[in-house]
């Protein structure tokens, strides 16, 4: 399975939004998907998620379910 090259912030990489209310599974899913070559935006609530689709549109995003402010 070959990765996507790793070339800092390159627009041109791949990105993924994080969303999830527990700063921990933030981490860990940043700290493993970085070194993969993916440009990485985390967002712990609904709203500051809705903020950054509306700055940048992600390749895929990963979604909590249960966020305190609203629905995944």
């Known amino acids: 399975m ?7 912030s390159d627009p041109l990489q791949p990105s993924i939004l994080i969303v999830d ?23 712990h609530t609904g709203n500051s998620a809705l903020a950054a689709l509306r700055e940048e549109s992600p390749d895929v ?4 379910l249960r966020l305190t402010d609203m629905s995944g």
């Open 2 to 8: 070959s990765h996507p090259p790793h070339s800092g």
């Open 21 to 43: 209310d527990d700063e921990a599974i933030c981490e860990v899913l940043a700290t493993y998907l970085r070194p993969l070559g993916y440009r990485i935006r985390v967002a």
């Open 61 to 64: 995003a990963l979604l909590d």
